[in-house]
């Protein structure tokens, strides 16, 4: 009896702690190569795990910000997913090294032109994309995940501060200040329409996979750790009565 108990209790920790755990690589994030500068340039990865087992994403949009718009928006091509890119019309025109821009980019939609990301698989979509907002410590994308059994996720949840993370958090990208006010990040902050400005993004794809796939392995493998360290616990408490147990007799 003493020892079912101590293996209820045992696994139960380990239910908890991953049941706290895996949230934290199940979220469509987005995260910078290098840094993503206040007032700069920067080629960034929208990172899409598939947190289903019995289906696979097959379609993302990701919507980018009306009230601080983005002048140059470039995504990078992704091998096997064709893009979509949605622009819409500025009430005040936008002034990019000299060129008045009337229209940005408001949604780049990435559909699955093959088997999309399978179960237990991550895949990143670089973007480039500035000038990034100068007064502002972060810009928020609002993410919408399709998967291939027809279920929809919202990623748009904005996360206020002091508060509980939101069941499905927006995509969030953290500005870091500028160095000399005037930061230019990995995209060069070229204002040309060429796909060509895009190309620092392209590792991004290569390394899809392997860093991604790195992360999960390795939280994977803390929890499993925490859980041989509960049972080890409770097999040395149960080994320690025993003998206490023999002692006395």
């Known amino acids: ?75 990078q091509d992704v091998p096997g997913w064709k893009i979509a890119v949605t622009k819409s019309k500025l009430a005040k025109p936008l002034d990019l090294h000299g060129r008045q821009i009337s229209e940005v980019v408001s949604k780049v939609t990435w559909t699955a032109d093959g088997k999309g990301i399978e179960p237990g698989r991550l895949q990143q979509f670089p973007v480039s994309m500035g000038a990034l907002p100068e007064k502002a410590d972060q810009v928020v994308f609002k993410a919408i995940q399709t998967y291939s059994n027809k279920e929809v996720v919202r990623w748009i949840e904005v996360q206020e501060k002091g508060k509980e993370e939101p069941d499905t958090p927006a995509p969030a990208l953290t500005l870091s200040e500028a160095a000399d006010g005037h930061s230019h990040g990995a995209a060069a902050g070229d204002s040309s329409d060429d796909a060509d400005d895009a190309k620092p993004a392209a590792a991004a794809t290569e390394a899809s996979d392997s860093s991604g796939g790195s992360d999960t392995t390795a939280r994977v493998l803390g929890v499993v750790g925490i859980v041989v360290g509960a049972a080890g616990v409770a097999y040395g408490v149960l080994a320690g009565r025993r003998r206490g147990d023999s002692s006395a007799s």
């Open 1 to 75: 009896m003493k020892a079912s108990r101590l293996a209820a209790v045992a696994a139960g920790s380990a239910v908890a702690v991953f049941a706290l755990s895996s949230p934290a690589f199940a979220h469509v994030t987005v995260q910078p190569e290098g840094t993503a500068a206040k007032g700069g340039y920067a080629v960034v990865n929208f990172r899409v795990p598939n947190e289903r087992d019995n289906a696979s994403t097959v379609k993302l949009e990701v919507n980018f910000p009306t009230d601080a718009p983005l002048a140059s928006v470039l995504p």
